[in-house]
């Protein structure tokens, strides 16, 4: 439980400080919207996935990811300085697509309840009619 915990402590500061470094240190242009959406790490603490959700056009997920994977080095640096460990997570940059899921599917509902509303509207005014003929 104990490691779970530290595990769990590292991760959050590892996404804090490659926030921090996308927002105030990269030298490289990114395109779209991109944010560290999590990190995940191994038990020992040796190596790390920091997953970045980019919302854009196609073209501007991949030239952001390229951009990334480019700076990787530079990020791991700042890691680098930031953790204070013996042995600090080497990381790689993954596209985290669960957002995009995540609008997707919530697109889907919003649409599947606007259906909904407008068929229990036509119930409504049929029922409404049938009522008003007896």
Known sequence: MKENRRVARVE???QHIVA???????KQPLFGLVSVSRVES???????KVYV???GTAEDKKKSL?????CTYEIQQQVNRGLSMKFVPRISIVLDEGLERLLIVESK??????????????????????????
């Open 53 to 55: 959700s980019i919302l």
């Open 42 to 48: 191994n038990p020992k603490l040796r190596t790390a």
């Open 20 to 26: 921090q470094y996308l927002i105030r240190g990269i």
């Open 109 to 134: 509902l919003r649409a599947i309840a606007k259906d909904q509303e407008a068929r229990e509207a036509a119930l409504g005014t049929s029922d409404s009619n049938t009522t008003a003929d007896e």
């Open 66 to 70: 390229e951009s990334l994977k480019a």
């Open 12 to 14: 959050k500061e590892l």
